[in-house]
């Protein structure tokens, strides 16, 4: 089986990501694996293509105090990829410790075309409550289910290249293997 697309970025707590104590704030584990997301993204040529893909479940474990100062490395995984949504796992480590391990989920949301027509399916008068444009609560309802029911061929090649292994010779993260 290939090896997953992955990223591994060197970093040090800043203070913005402490509370009062000087211990990370249990956020900042969340967006130092976004930043990584969006790295490994980026090496892989798909950033551009990249949008309208918000969390659908997130999760951290933590396993040690990370402080101010502290410098550690974030690797970060494609562990699943399904037909819409892409999971991601990754580690936090302080000296090869794992102090943080993770993961988070995000999904394919089609915000044009399947919007659209699933607006003029809902266009017949309601006495259901209307958001601020108008549409009912059951037109956005529908929305949803029909944009988590089609995809574009925009979500399929992207979803494809991630499913892709490195080629042979190439650089970069996404050719490292360590991950456990």
Do not use: K
Not at 148 to 173: K, N
């Amino acid at each position: 089986m290939p090896e997953p697309p992955r990223h591994v970025m060197q970093a040090r707590v800043a203070w913005i990501d402490t509370d009062a104590g000087g211990r990370i704030h249990f956020t900042a584990a969340f967006r130092w694996a976004e930043a990584a997301e969006t790295a490994l993204l980026r090496s892989l040529g798909l950033l551009v293509e990249w949008a309208n893909y918000p969390r659908r479940a997130v999760q951290a474990e933590y396993l040690a105090v990370l402080r101010f100062e502290d410098e550690f490395e974030l690797e970060l995984a494609a562990e699943h990829v399904g037909t819409s949504s892409i999971t991601y796992a990754w580690e936090i480590r302080r000296d090869g410790d794992v102090c943080i391990r993770g993961r988070h989920t995000a999904v394919h949301v089609d915000t044009t075309a399947d919007r659209r027509r699933s607006a003029r399916r809902c266009g017949a008068p309601s006495q259901e409550p209307r958001t601020s444009n108008g549409m009912t609560t059951r037109c956005w309802g529908a929305m949803a289910e029909c944009e988590a029911r089609t995809q574009g061929a925009a979500i399929a090649a992207l979803l494809a290249r991630l499913r892709t292994p490195p080629r042979a010779g190439q650089r970069g993260p996404a050719a490292r293997a360590s991950f456990r």
